[in-house]
């Protein structure tokens, strides 16, 4: 075998593990050895197709067993899988597919509305539409036209592989190139820093368009020969019996998740005996919440990363939980971090500064888009993450704030250069600042500080409601304050500290 990539992992995991369970989906099991032969199959078809080294395959769609068996076999072709986010308003995700240029669009059930919108029609891409039940339907046939024979396309570790989507702050967003060595080198971060074993039942229900819900909770645990119960939401109460019977081991979630889950009614009594890894990531978890976990037996373990390192860039390690409290921990194994000044000399120790990352698992840059890549590097290959940490004595990293202005709202990425550019659209509009606010819920949310054009009248739930639509509803701040005038400095450009200090509480 010639393929070193991730889509020859079906078959080589089923040598030892053929009639092991990799997915459990609607109810129904995958063993290896049928998730080797499916997307064997699926890579034949789409080879027939003419789809082959380089193409795009765009998806979207909720977390689905067709939708890891895509990957899969696009990796297997040499293709390029293009995961979208499920939140998106139909002319964001045109946007992006008339960047990444797909030579097929398959979508799952409930996006009829996306594929058909005239921005997303007028790009006339061949698309391939997954079943209500994903063993049924359009792509069901499509892969079992599909010869079971393995291909044999050489892959190597330096091929790209994936392309995944983060907001930029110019108001488009940025495809993150991946190859199949950045997502096996941080594949293999999570298993080594978390300890996954063959007995690994991992409860998946993150979007697994992100990269982490993909990257670090359904491939690892796929590598490793594990079991992965795929759930298109996360819904508490469902995922509070799904963890006591299939005796869950693995959880991975947001600040917002877990929160979810500790004000369920049955969380005093709910059997949490089998988990033994909870993992965090997208920003800082209240203490107040690793402590009400704690004080269920369960240790939640936090880690920092971005889209760009694949995203694994440090973990707290689980023997640190309560001393570390609070803490990103220290760099992956093959990772290294560090903290510099603005003239990127190395921080002292709890001086605050930004946080830089290398390693195998950190992407070569940003697809058809060399300045943002030049831009994202300094000192060769270490990338700039656009966050502010600090490093205590022992080497542990704490993430304090953000260089950037971005907003991370129950783990997605909200930029408010984009929200703006959006909210002035709106004709009786002159100027808008978008700030984050605490949210007990979120973590943190966006509010919209906006002027009006002169004699122009609009209220706060007019604005708001203009935006919907126009942009992913996660992106729509929570509330809305019209003022007379925005600050500005010297040269005319708007002061966003100001406004944060005016306009947070």
Request: with cysteine; aromatic share 8%; net charge negative.
């Amino acid at each position: 075998m010639r393929d070193f990539g991730i889509g020859s992992w079906p078959t080589r995991v089923a040598r030892t593990r053929p009639d092991g369970v990799a997915m459990i989906h609607f109810g129904v099991s995958t063993t290896f050895a049928e998730v080797a032969e499916r997307t064997a199959r699926l890579a034949n078809a789409l080879r027939a197709k003419g789809i082959g080294r380089g193409d795009r395959i765009a998806y979207l769609g909720h977390n689905s067993s067709a939708l890891a068996e895509t990957l899969f076999a696009a990796a297997r072709l040499g293709a390029v899988f293009v995961p979208l986010n499920t939140r998106l308003a139909p002319p964001e995700t045109a946007y992006i597919l008339r960047d990444c240029e797909p030579s097929l669009f398959v979508w799952g059930p409930s996006f009829e509305n996306t594929v058909e919108h005239p921005d997303v029609k007028a790009l006339g891409i061949p698309t391939v539409a997954v079943g209500e039940d994903p063993r049924a339907g359009e792509f069901e046939a499509l892969l079992r036209s599909g010869d079971p024979t393995p291909l044999d396309e050489p892959i190597s570790h330096d091929d790209l592989v994936m392309i995944q989507y983060t907001s930029g702050t110019s108001g488009h967003p940025k495809g993150v190139m991946m190859t199949h060595g950045n997502i096996t080198w941080n594949v293999l971060h999570v298993i080594l820093d978390m300890d996954l074993t063959q007995g690994t039942v991992a409860l998946v229900a993150a979007p697994m368009f992100h990269t982490a819900g993909l990257n670090v909770h359904f491939l690892p645990t796929f590598l490793k020969g594990g079991t992965a119960l795929i759930e298109e939401s996360w819904r508490p109460e469902r995922m509070l019996d799904l963890i006591a019977e299939h005796r869950v081991t693995y959880l991975f979630g947001v600040t917002s998740m877990y929160q979810s889950l500790a004000q369920s009614p049955r969380w005093a009594e709910a059997d949490l005996s089998s988990v033994s890894v909870a993992e965090s990531g997208g920003s800082p978890l209240p203490e107040v919440l690793l402590r009400t976990y704690a004080d269920r037996g369960v240790a939640i373990i936090q880690g920092f990363g971005l889209t760009e390192s694949s995203p694994g860039a440090t973990i707290l390690p689980p023997a640190d939980t309560v001393r570390k409290l609070g803490s990103a921990g220290l760099p992956h194994t093959f990772a290294d971090a560090r903290i510099v000044r603005p003239d990127f000399t190395t921080a002292d120790v709890d001086e605050v500064g930004e946080i830089l990352v290398q390693g195998p698992n950190v992407t070569k840059g940003y697809w058809r888009n060399e300045e943002a890549t030049k831009a994202a590097f300094v000192d060769g290959d270490w990338l700039r993450t656009g966050d502010l940490a600090r490093v205590d004595a022992d080497g542990y990293i704490y993430i304090v704030d953000r260089l950037k202005d971005m907003i991370i709202s129950g783990g997605e990425n909200v930029y408010p250069a984009e929200v703006e550019a959006a909210i002035v659209a709106h004709p009786a509009v002159d100027e808008a600042a978008v700030i984050g606010v605490p949210d007990a819920r979120w973590g943190e949310v966006g509010r919209a500080v906006v002027t009006l054009r002169p004699g122009a009248s609009l209220t706060p739930e007019e604005l708001l409601g203009f935006l919907d639509g126009r942009i992913a509803r996660y992106k729509i701040p929570k509330s809305a304050v019209i003022v007379e005038a925005l600050p500005h400095n010297a040269s005319g450009k708007l002061v966003k500290r100001t406004v944060k200090e005016q306009f947070s509480d």
